[in-house]
């Protein structure tokens, strides 16, 4: 049974920062792309950040280019985020996802297979 477990979140102040962890278990971890994503109240969920899956290769969304880090402990099975200059416009559910085949961690939610339950970010002004 794949499991994916979020910690990490929290509120903090404007300029703040935060680092979100996601422990998985239940399946091959090295041999899947890991993501980040988030959802604002009342919006889609959004893309945040993706790493390969020797974790050569990140991608991140343009929001957050610059200010997030995304990496991962292939020994521990961990994605992490880094989040630095948080912004009010940051507030979401952080969610990781995980998906297999892809060499690029795609944008798009539906093509991850597994996801976790998510972690609050609050963050304010």
């Known amino acids: 049974q794949v499991q994916l477990v979020e910690s990490g979140g929290g509120l903090v102040q404007a300029g703040g920062s935060l680092r979100l962890s996601c422990a998985a278990s239940?399946?091959?971890?090295?041999?899947?792309?890991m993501g980040w994503f988030r959802q604002a109240p009342g919006k889609e969920r959004e893309f945040v950040a993706g790493?390969?899956?020797?974790?050569?290769?990140?991608t991140s969304a343009g929001s957050v280019k610059g200010r997030f880090t995304i990496s991962r402990d292939n020994g521990k099975n961990t994605v992490s985020l880094q989040m630095n200059s948080l912004k009010p416009d940051d507030t979401a559910v952080y969610y990781c996802?995980?998906?297999?085949?892809?060499?690029?961690?795609?944008?798009?939610?539906?093509?991850?297979?597994?996801w976790g339950q998510g972690t609050q970010v609050t963050v304010s002004s």
């Open positions: 996802a995980a998906a297999q085949g892809y060499t690029i961690p795609p944008s798009r939610d539906n093509n991850y297979d597994y």
């Open positions: 239940g399946l091959t971890f090295s041999y899947y792309v």
């Open positions: 790493i390969g899956e020797n974790g050569r290769f990140t």
